[in-house]
Nanobody, 125 residues
């Protein structure tokens, strides 16, 4: 079992930045690929970013490529999502996810073994 706890969400103006963190506890953190998904009101949950178990490979949704950066610190059992140049359409609940592996497309929701409870990011225009 792995417990994931997100933090760092909040209200930010368009063009601003936020860094989300996800602290993991339980089984060996480095044994999981990690990812971030988001769900906006009235929309389905969508993939945002993923990082391989070693941190050597990263993947991004086209909508955030060049603006967001995912990273991990296996010594601290934590994965991060640095979000820059935020837009109102980035407003959503952001969820941390753990999966056995990444894919060429990053991470599929169906492969996720563990989810965090989410943290709300609101970007005002």
């Amino acid at each position: 079992q792995v417990q994931l706890v997100e933090s760092g969400g909040g209200l930010v103006q368009a063009g601003g930045s936020l860094t989300l963190s996800c602290a993991a506890s339980g089984r060996t953190f480095s044994g999981y690929a990690m990812g971030w998904f988001r769900q906006a009101p009235g929309k389905e949950r969508e993939f945002v970013a993923a990082i391989s178990r070693s941190g050597g490979r990263t993947y991004y949704a086209d909508s955030v490529k060049g603006r967001f950066a995912i990273s991990r610190d296996n010594a601290k059992n934590t994965v991060y999502l640095q979000m820059n140049s935020l837009k109102p359409e980035d407003t959503a609940v952001y969820y941390c996810a753990a999966a056995p592996y990444t894919t060429n497309q990053g991470m599929g929701a169906g492969a996720v073994l563990y989810w965090g409870k989410g943290t709300l990011v609101t970007v005002s225009s």
